[in-house]
């Protein structure tokens, strides 16, 4: 072969891996968890829809409010009626007005079946108690529009530079600002909740039976997790999303048994997390599949390396 031939093949191969890197998914990043190293991207910091992603940050808004607040997740909570008109259509338990739920199963509900009817209510009174207490601009708010300011809030904190929620749920509304975010940004978000031990044991059940009450009597709901990647090859999170104008979504969590390295008679102990962000794909399960391979096969090769801080371009 020419060595102008051989140029042309190896063009071309480059050429077919971007396009099927591309058919993959819109954007995605593949992150360490650990120090946020950018093992790999492609197109990161694209603003997109992230739908139900959104609810990674209604959850840890609540948990993180909870935590501070001294809020029992085991006392309940009214479905208010504005929870029904607000989410869309998306209520998979039949919610109904004046039902009585448990914070913490409101949390499962929202995390594992992406209801909206229970991030909704979670918002509700969250919201409330923030607008409360914050006073001056929150005061003229919402008890939802102060919700959502409290996950912008929390999304600066931690380096979400290309993010705007609007609901704790993540549908597009008809009119007002649109939501967005990045596969970057995504990425920043998922660490920081999955480093929470109580946002991690939410978001890792495969299933959960939760219960409400209505006019005194106690229903009882088995939930299923959307991300059917949970328990298989490390996955223990984080999230699914799916509308037209996001595509299909996905967030998964994945960790090895930690690496352990004795120097002397120190013991270094690292821990193995991935991140993989999957935005704007037409198979999520299969696109996180493949990028999840190839995400440990990256962190092979950059622990391998010392883990070099210097993170290579995006594509």
């Not at 603003?47 to 409010?65: C, E, G, H, M, N």
């Not at 929620?165 to 998922?190: C, I, W």
């Not at 044991?201 to 939760?210: G, I, L, P, T």
Request: contains cysteine; positive net charge; proline residues 4%.
């Amino acid at each position: 072969m020419s060595h102008a031939l051989k140029i042309l093949f190896v063009t071309a191969i480059l050429i077919n891996i971007g396009r099927a890197e591309a058919q993959v998914a819109a954007s995605y990043a593949l992150t360490d968890n650990v120090t946020g190293y950018v093992l790999d991207a492609y197109k990161p910091d694209d603003k997109r829809q992230v739908a139900s992603l959104t609810k990674i940050a209604t959850a840890k808004v609540v948990l993180d409010y909870a935590a501070k607040a001294g809020l029992d997740l085991a006392q309940p909570a009214v479905v208010p009626p504005q929870a029904l008109t607000d989410s869309g259509g998306i209520n998979p338990m039949g919610l109904q007005a004046n039902d009585m739920m448990s914070y913490r199963d409101l949390i499962y509900a929202a995390m594992m079946q992406s209801d909206n009817t229970a991030a909704t209510t979670l918002a509700y009174y969250v919201g409330a108690a923030l607008r409360s207490q914050g006073g001056g601009q929150l005061a003229n708010l919402s008890s939802i529009e102060a919700f959502a300011a409290q996950m912008n809030a929390l999304g600066r904190e931690i380096g979400m530079e290309k993010t705007l929620f609007v609901n704790p749920h993540g549908l597009e509304p008809r009119k007002g600002l649109q939501p967005y975010s990045t596969a970057s940004d995504m990425a920043k978000l998922a660490a920081y909740a999955m480093k929470d031990a109580a946002f991690r044991f939410y978001v890792s059940q495969k299933e959960r039976k939760v219960s409400f009450t209505r006019n005194g009597q106690m229903f009882q709901y088995l939930l299923r997790n959307t991300n059917e990647l949970v328990g298989t090859n490390g996955i223990d999170g984080v999230k699914t999303g799916r509308t037209a104008k996001a595509g299909e979504c996905i967030i998964i969590s994945a960790q090895r048994d930690p690496e352990i390295v004795k120097q002397g008679d120190t013991t270094l102990v690292t821990p193995r997390r991935v991140t993989v962000v999957v935005l704007g794909a037409t198979d999520r399960i299969g696109a996180a599949n493949q990028l999840l391979a190839k995400a440990w096969g990256l962190y092979d090769q950059w622990a391998a390396a010392g883990r070099p801080r210097n993170t290579p371009q995006p594509r």
